[in-house]
């Protein structure tokens, strides 16, 4: 099993390694300090003081807000998105693509879904406008929650760290 460094694991959030190192590293069994390096690392690319717990994107977290101690997901930006155990996404800003018009917008005529069958939805963040995340479901399916962790259980037999502290 190989450790990595800081300066490894930042490289590796921001997509800077080679092909066959993060081939590497990610095939190869984590080594125990991988998750709080990779915490650290997000938590310095942050300016508010919560702290991260897991991350669900690229710019999106479940935190613990430092002064209720509550967990909610945050924005890169600050925006919170509701409690960690909703759905984020009925917190942002939809934007849904079920016309030809706008299904064109991304794909060519005729390589593009039919409207009737398929929309592409898009969630945005009300104060910043960075996207989440897409999904594209059929028009008639509910908004999607792809992702319910069980964070007490990850944190207790997978990183073996202590579970911050939580109000809600
Ligand atoms: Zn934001």
């Given at each position: 099993?190989?450790?990595?460094?800081?300066?490894?694991?930042?490289?590796l959030v921001d997509g800077?390694?080679?092909?066959?190192?993060?081939?590497?590293?990610?095939?190869?069994?984590?080594?125990?300090?991988?998750?709080?390096?990779?915490?650290?690392v997000l938590?310095?690319r942050v300016?508010?003081?919560?702290?991260?717990?897991?991350a669900r994107g690229p710019h999106l977290y479940?935190?613990?807000?430092?002064?209720?101690?509550?967990?909610?997901?945050?924005c890169a930006?600050?925006?919170?998105?509701?409690?960690?155990?909703?759905?984020?996404?009925?917190?942002?800003?939809?934007?849904?693509?079920?016309?030809?018009?706008?299904?064109?917008?991304?794909?060519?005529?005729?390589?593009?879904?039919?409207?009737?069958?398929?929309?592409?939805?898009?969630?945005?963040c009300?104060?910043?406008?960075i996207m989440h995340d897409?999904?594209?479901?059929?028009?008639?399916?509910?908004?999607?929650?792809?992702?319910?962790?069980?964070?007490?259980?990850?944190?207790?037999?997978?990183?073996?760290?202590?579970?911050?502290?939580?109000?809600?």
């Amino acid at each position: 099993m190989t450790s990595y460094t800081k300066k490894e694991v930042g490289d590796l959030v921001d997509g800077r390694l080679p092909f066959n190192t993060v081939h590497r590293m990610l095939s190869m069994p984590k080594d125990v300090e991988r998750f709080e390096l990779y915490l650290q690392v997000l938590q310095e690319r942050v300016s508010w003081p919560d702290k991260i717990i897991l991350a669900r994107g690229p710019h999106l977290y479940i935190v613990q807000d430092a002064k209720s101690k509550r967990w909610v997901n945050k924005c890169a930006c600050g925006h919170v998105m509701g409690e960690y155990h909703e759905n984020w996404k009925l917190y942002a800003n939809i934007f849904v693509r079920n016309s030809e018009a706008l299904l064109n917008e991304l794909q060519p005529k005729l390589m593009a879904p039919h409207h009737e069958w398929q929309e592409i939805r898009e969630f945005i963040c009300p104060e910043c406008g960075i996207m989440h995340d897409v999904e594209a479901p059929v028009p008639w399916y509910p908004i999607l929650n792809e992702f319910e962790p069980d964070i007490e259980t990850f944190y207790r037999d997978w990183v073996k760290l202590p579970l911050p502290e939580k109000a809600n």
